[in-house]
């Protein structure tokens, strides 16, 4: 009977399917759907949340055929688990092809979220055998994207008025060529506010310039680019200088990792690579991947300027003094994985050496940076392993510095029932391990001087509520910043979502117990910080609106309280497009500060912080001129209540109030 009634869905998604996919495929849905992914992902531990951003716009703007996605195509989207890929991937083989987006009904892994998402992504054609196009071809249907962005504030910063050798306008521009999933070209150009443009150190125009050509599924060739780049090899111990996830995000993707190379289009100007990386199949199942870079690096020297005391990536040059640490040093890297998958079995290892024209030297005075990596060259290697199942996850690296420290990184995801998930994640990273581009899982920003347990768990204990929660153990047997010795951490969150018809609530409460040095730094005291939201959301087709609570208190020795209430609304009209959003933040100090994600512009991510008393407001509307054409405008405003000025230093502004107005032209053609 079951089988039937598959056939039988599976017909009606199949014939009504052409009459309904129209409703996915608007040219930007995905911005608004991810907007509201991040309000359920949000974790304020989460890193390169705009690197994440950028990912999703580059694969938004590619959209291959799903029925001919392979398991690395799927594995970029960040909000699949391994299970859903693998649900999608046995489906496809199964009926050979999805007719209709109706049918992701029939993958019971997958959520709402999911089945809208996915078609932001991806196109539904009929299966055909993929052929490399000829460059004629490339060249004549490949699409051309020109985006201008500007931003103009409404105040005067100190340092522009004496100190900044710039205007105090931020602008770039971003252009785009790209055919399909093969072929990608592009350069970005950005200029920060107080930057000089075609003058001192920048005569070539904007202080930052990104270039890159990407090529992919040529043969045995999977992806290859040169120019700067980013890339993500194994649980990233070794290699991520990609984006990582954040605790609660990690369980929705029960810990998934994956390898990846994909230009850097992005103006963050730290981290990425530049050079050329590949990745080649020998043959079925057995992958190999290596890169080379070689690029300029800012950084702090010494006053003989005979060591690098200090690694900048803020990419500000806007004083004279940060113009002198501009490209003062090179950074030289290269290495590569091997990596073998077959019947669920994957096992893989990885190697990366680095080199730096002057030796690192840190301050180790302070104890905390006692074993910062010091030295002119570096290397590590590693091993990742795993087995994948219907039910079963395994992941795991484990890897080893030039010092012969040990970094370990294990997962474990278990399907107990259809609506019940449970995710264990073990980590030990020893105080003396340095990874230099090594990103991943943790509880700190770096892959040092911490060891953990994680647990975790998703039911669905009915179609319209789901729960999630996570408990994580941490112990740091070395001192770290304003810790002068071996310390604990708990961290715990319970989360709930209802939705039913447009209705949709969040509750979120999250505990960290942590320790810090007492006034006198003679002994640790206990540092206790609580965290809730509390939000009530209505969604039909033209309006979204949402009512949000966001509390916050943190004690050691005192109390630090605070709140922001938020109200959130967004409209659609055709070719015209708003979101506005008020709110009011009230909170003692910056111990009790606050997140909020924002709309903001395409290609860019807006999750401000507040503290003290205040209000924020901002519109931000989208106007469809064209298919070819569209406008972009935001304005917004916070005012404080509690100073007479705002920042300090060269950014300090002498009101009580901040304005910005953003536009954005973008052509496509």
């Given at each position: 009977?079951?089988?039937?009634?598959?056939?039988?869905?599976w017909?009606?998604?199949?014939?009504?399917?052409?009459?309904q996919?129209?409703?996915?495929?608007?040219t930007?849905?995905w911005?608004?759907?991810?907007?509201a992914w991040y309000?359920?992902?949000?974790?304020?531990?989460?890193?390169n949340r705009?690197?994440?951003?950028?990912?999703?716009?580059e694969l938004?703007s590619?959209?291959?055929?799903?029925?001919?996605?392979?398991?690395?195509e799927?594995?970029?989207?960040?909000f699949?688990?391994?299970?859903?890929?693998?649900d999608?991937?046995?489906?496809?083989?199964?009926?050979?092809?999805?007719?209709s987006?109706?049918?992701?009904?029939?993958i019971?892994?997958l959520?709402?979220?999911?089945?809208?998402l996915?078609?932001?992504?991806?196109v539904?054609?009929?299966?055909?055998?993929?052929?490399?196009?000829?460059?004629?071809?490339?060249?004549?249907?490949g699409?051309?994207?020109?985006t201008?962005?500007?931003?103009l504030?409404?105040?005067r910063?100190?340092?522009?008025?004496?100190?900044?050798?710039?205007?105090?306008?931020?602008?770039?521009?971003?252009?785009?060529?790209?055919?399909?999933?093969?072929?990608k070209a592009g350069m970005?150009?950005a200029?920060?506010?107080g930057?000089?443009?075609?003058k001192?150190?920048?005569?070539?125009?904007?202080?930052?310039?990104?270039?890159?050509?990407?090529?992919?599924?040529?043969?045995?060739?999977?992806?290859?680019?040169?120019?700067r780049y980013?890339?993500?090899?194994g649980?990233?111990?070794v290699?991520?200088n990609?984006f990582?996830?954040?605790k609660?995000a990690?369980?929705?993707?029960?810990?998934?990792?994956?390898?990846?190379?994909?230009?850097h289009s992005s103006r963050?100007?730290s981290?990425?690579?530049?050079g050329?990386?590949?990745?080649?199949?020998?043959?079925?199942?057995?992958?190999v991947?290596a890169?080379v870079?070689?690029?300029q690096i800012d950084?702090?020297?010494d006053?003989?300027?005979?060591t690098i005391t200090t690694?900048?990536?803020?990419?500000?040059h806007r004083?004279?003094?940060?113009?002198r640490?501009?490209?003062?040093?090179t950074?030289?890297?290269?290495?590569?994985?091997i990596?073998f998958l077959?019947?669920?079995?994957h096992i893989?290892?990885?190697?990366?050496?680095?080199h730096?024209?002057?030796?690192?030297k840190?301050?180790?005075?302070q104890?905390?940076?006692?074993?910062?990596?010091?030295g002119?060259?570096?290397?590590n290697?590693s091993?990742?392993?795993?087995?994948?199942?219907r039910?079963?996850?395994?992941n795991?690296?484990?890897?080893?510095?030039?010092?012969?420290?040990?970094?370990?990184l294990n997962?474990?995801?278990f399907e107990l029932t259809?609506?019940?998930?449970?995710?264990?994640?073990?980590?030990?990273y020893?105080y003396?391990?340095?990874?230099l581009?090594?990103?991943?899982?943790?509880?700190?920003?770096t892959?040092?001087n911490?060891?953990g347990f994680?647990?975790?768990a998703?039911?669905?204990p009915s179609?319209q509520?789901?729960?999630?929660?996570?408990?994580?153990?941490?112990?740091?047997?070395w001192?770290k910043?304003?810790?002068?010795?071996a310390?604990?951490a708990w961290?715990?969150?319970?989360?709930?979502t209802?939705?039913?018809?447009p209705?949709?609530l969040?509750a979120?409460?999250?505990?960290?117990?942590?320790?810090?040095d007492?006034?006198?730094k003679?002994?640790l005291?206990?540092?206790?910080?609580?965290?809730?939201r509390l939000?009530?959301g209505?969604?039909?087709?033209r309006?979204?609106?949402?009512?949000q609570?966001?509390?916050a208190q943190?004690?050691?020795?005192?109390?630090s309280?605070g709140y922001?209430l938020?109200?959130?609304?967004?409209?659609?009209l055709g070719?015209?497009?708003m979101?506005?959003m008020?709110?009011?933040f009230h909170?003692?100090?910056?111990?009790?500060?606050?997140y909020?994600?924002?709309?903001?512009?395409?290609h860019?991510?807006?999750?401000?912080?507040?503290y003290?008393?205040?209000?924020?407001?901002s519109?931000w509307a989208?106007?469809?001129?064209?298919?070819?054409?569209?406008?972009t405008m935001?304005?917004?405003?916070t005012n404080?209540?509690?100073r007479s000025h705002?920042?300090?230093?060269?950014?300090?502004?002498?009101?009580?109030s901040?304005?910005d107005?953003d536009?954005q032209l973008?052509?496509r053609?």
């Amino acid at each position: 009977m079951k089988p039937l009634l598959t056939l039988f869905v599976w017909l009606c998604c199949s014939i009504t399917g052409a009459a309904q996919d129209s409703t996915f495929v608007h040219t930007d849905s995905w911005q608004e759907l991810v907007d509201a992914w991040y309000e359920d992902w949000e974790d304020e531990e989460t890193t390169n949340r705009a690197q994440l951003y950028e990912l999703l716009g580059e694969l938004a703007s590619q959209r291959p055929n799903l029925n001919n996605a392979t398991r690395e195509e799927l594995e970029q989207l960040p909000f699949l688990s391994e299970t859903q890929v693998a649900d999608l991937l046995e489906y496809l083989y199964k009926y050979k092809e999805m007719r209709s987006w109706n049918e992701l009904i029939l993958i019971p892994s997958l959520e709402e979220a999911q089945r809208q998402l996915l078609p932001c992504f991806f196109v539904l054609q009929p299966k055909a055998q993929p052929l490399f196009p000829s460059l004629k071809n490339i060249l004549r249907y490949g699409k051309h994207d020109l985006t201008l962005t500007g931003r103009l504030p409404f105040y005067r910063r100190q340092g522009d008025r004496d100190g900044y050798q710039g205007y105090p306008y931020r602008h770039s521009f971003r252009y785009t060529f790209q055919y399909g999933q093969r072929v990608k070209a592009g350069m970005i150009g950005a200029q920060d506010a107080g930057e000089p443009f075609f003058k001192s150190c920048n005569n070539k125009g904007y202080d930052f310039y990104s270039f890159y050509l990407y090529i992919g599924k040529l043969g045995r060739l999977k992806s290859a680019v040169v120019g700067r780049y980013r890339l993500r090899l194994g649980m990233g111990l070794v290699m991520n200088n990609d984006f990582s996830l954040g605790k609660l995000a990690t369980l929705q993707t029960f810990g998934r990792s994956s390898n990846s190379i994909r230009p850097h289009s992005s103006r963050m100007e730290s981290t990425y690579l530049q050079g050329g990386a590949a990745t080649l199949t020998l043959f079925r199942g057995l992958d190999v991947t290596a890169f080379v870079s070689h690029r300029q690096i800012d950084a702090t020297l010494d006053k003989e300027g005979k060591t690098i005391t200090t690694l900048l990536t803020s990419g500000y040059h806007r004083t004279e003094s940060e113009i002198r640490r501009k490209h003062n040093a090179t950074e030289t890297m290269t290495g590569g994985r091997i990596g073998f998958l077959h019947n669920g079995f994957h096992i893989g290892a990885t190697a990366v050496a680095s080199h730096y024209s002057l030796p690192l030297k840190p301050n180790t005075s302070q104890l905390y940076r006692r074993y910062y990596p010091s030295g002119s060259s570096f290397w590590n290697v590693s091993t990742d392993y795993g087995y994948q199942s219907r039910r079963l996850n395994i992941n795991g690296e484990t890897a080893i510095d030039q010092g012969h420290a040990l970094a370990t990184l294990n997962t474990l995801s278990f399907e107990l029932t259809p609506s019940l998930t449970l995710m264990a994640l073990q980590r030990f990273y020893s105080y003396r391990y340095n990874a230099l581009r090594g990103n991943s899982f943790s509880d700190g920003s770096t892959l040092r001087n911490e060891s953990g347990f994680y647990l975790g768990a998703q039911w669905y204990p009915s179609r319209q509520l789901q729960l999630q929660a996570y408990i994580d153990y941490v112990y740091s047997p070395w001192a770290k910043y304003q810790i002068s010795q071996a310390s604990r951490a708990w961290d715990q969150m319970l989360s709930a979502t209802w939705k039913r018809g447009p209705w949709k609530l969040l509750a979120r409460y999250r505990l960290r117990l942590r320790q810090r040095d007492n006034a006198d730094k003679t002994a640790l005291e206990p540092r206790t910080e609580h965290r809730a939201r509390l939000s009530l959301g209505y969604e039909n087709q033209r309006l979204t609106l949402r009512t949000q609570a966001d509390w916050a208190q943190t004690t050691q020795r005192q109390h630090s309280r605070g709140y922001m209430l938020s109200q959130h609304a967004a409209l659609s009209l055709g070719r015209l497009s708003m979101n506005g959003m008020f709110g009011y933040f009230h909170t003692d100090d910056y111990d009790s500060r606050l997140y909020v994600y924002e709309r903001n512009m395409q290609h860019e991510f807006f999750f401000p912080m507040y503290y003290g008393k205040g209000i924020r407001y901002s519109l931000w509307a989208r106007w469809e001129l064209s298919k070819h054409l569209w406008i972009t405008m935001k304005i917004g405003t916070t005012n404080y209540f509690d100073r007479s000025h705002i920042g300090s230093s060269y950014q300090q502004i002498n009101h009580s109030s901040q304005t910005d107005a953003d536009l954005q032209l973008r052509f496509r053609f």
